[in-house]
């Protein structure tokens, strides 16, 4: 939340550290509901200040990438091989987990730039998984 002019005030906010404008400019994350940031937000505004709320939120594709690798981590987790999850191809949001995958892996050109590394190049010559040439 930015907070700019008016007059200057403070408010407590649960779970934040108290929120002090002294009148001027005052940059601040605050971490809670709609409801408690509407408050905060109304609370700046009778003081006459111009606000600007910023949303931290997650994206639906954060909130998946995220849960990908809460569930990679999983004693149930299973991969094609034990050298997966160390692989310069390994690719959680992909349903095969490889980059090297023909029909799920990463773009051509992606393919292309990684086998020029060293450490793709490598991955790809030592991995164990038999798939189709990409």
């Known amino acids: 939340m930015t907070i700019l ?9 649960p779970g934040n550290p108290p929120l002090r404008h002294d009148g001027t400019r005052t940059i601040v994350p605050i971490y809670g509901s709609e409801e408690t940031i509407s ?4 609370i700046g505004q009778n003081h006459g200040c111009h606000i600007k ?5 997650e994206t639906p594709e954060a909130r998946a990438e995220r849960q990908a690798f809460l569930d990679a981590q999983s004693p149930d987790a ?23 995958d023909v029909d799920d892996g990463w773009p051509e ?3 292309a730039a990684g086998r020029e590394s060293e450490v793709g190049a490598e991955c790809e010559a030592e991995c164990p998984v038999e798939r189709a040439p990409f």
């Open 5 to 13: 002019g008016g007059d200057p005030f403070a408010v407590r906010v």
């Open 53 to 57: 709320v910023t949303s931290q939120g």
């Open 78 to 100: 299973v991969f094609p091989s034990i050298k997966c999850p160390g692989c310069y191809w390994f690719d959680l949001m992909l349903e095969s987990n490889c980059g090297l």
């Open 109 to 111: 050109e992606t393919v």
């Open 39 to 42: 408050k905060v937000y109304a």
